[in-house]
């Protein structure tokens, strides 16, 4: 065994105190204890990254975005209104505008639509906002038990049950879309049971390894040409399972691997 750094003292603190948490204290005190924790033990990066989130909360209580506030589409009053009418937890606003035009772009793509991953219905809510009326089905497929046990490969940012959220609250959440169909379990358990068809788009949001080969061995022959593969958790330092699954999927395969500034990355099926 080597020396270990001080880091990773911490890292190896941190991975503790996280799986026994849960046991005595409410969801609400362990994510304000974590950020304290990120806050003064954190690498830069996640320092900045909980300073804006903090901030960017206080800022939009008086409609002012953080996210550089001169760009167009921080104004656009279609995406504003979808905005509006969302009232819940979920991914940041330049993801959400993201989604939003992948949906308008998946109108004239064939196939249906699914999401791997769902935590509050957020990414699924844009994205059908932005397809708007279709005949497309789209499948949800989460185990509603939060996450499933993180391996090595997935560091230390995750524990088991991590990002949990009831079923019910997001079928209410999503209660607008009709064409919705929701699989209840682990993937890949449910995915035997969809009819043999090709697919649109698909968007793979569940943070660990495991799961992202998974998606990504189903769902790529599936796939439409010009149909879109969209990976919420490739560019966090967080999710260095979920990075490592599309890297070594798409390594020998002729899409490129996109990646996008706010975090996703994504592949155009050829």
């Known amino acids: ?83 509006e009418k969302w009232e819940h937890k979920g991914v940041p606003i330049d993801r959400r505008y993201f989604l939003w035009q992948l949906g ?26 932005g397809l708007g009326p279709s005949d497309k089905t789209h499948y949800l497929f989460d185990s509603f038990e939060g996450l499933s046990m993180p391996s090595k490969l997935d560091g230390i940012a995750w524990a088991k049950g991590d990002i949990c959220v009831a079923e019910d609250v997001v079928k209410n959440n999503l209660r607008a879309f009709d064409k919705c169909l929701f699989y209840k379990g682990w993937i890949p358990s449910r995915f035997a049971e969809l009819p043999e068809q090709n697919f649109a788009f ?32 490739y560019g966090f330092m967080s999710c260095p399972g979920a990075r490592k699954a599309f890297d070594e999927f798409f390594a020998d395969k002729s899409e490129m691997l996109f990646e996008i ?5 994504m592949i155009i099926k050829r």
């Open 202 to 233: 698909v968007h793979i949001d569940v943070d660990l390894y495991q799961p992202t080969i998974d998606c990504l061995q189903y769902f790529y022959p599936r796939m439409s040409t010009g149909g879109i593969i969209l990976g919420d958790d």
């Open 104 to 129: 308008k772009l998946s109108r004239s793509l064939q196939g249906a639509t699914a999401d791997c991953g769902i935590a509050y219905g957020t990414s699924t809510y844009f994205f059908l906002s």
């Open 261 to 265: 500034p706010n975090g996703q990355a």
């Open 1 to 83: 065994m080597g020396h270990l750094s001080f880091g990773d003292y911490v890292r190896k603190a941190r991975a503790i105190i996280k799986r026994a948490l849960p046991a005595f204290l409410p969801v609400a005190w362990i994510n304000y204890i974590y950020r304290i924790w990120g806050l003064m033990f954190g690498s830069r990066e996640l320092k900045r990254t909980l300073l804006v989130q903090k901030y960017d909360k206080k800022l939009l209580n008086h409609n002012i975005f953080l996210y550089r506030p001169h760009l167009f589409w921080l104004r656009n009053p279609e995406f504003a209104a979808v905005q």
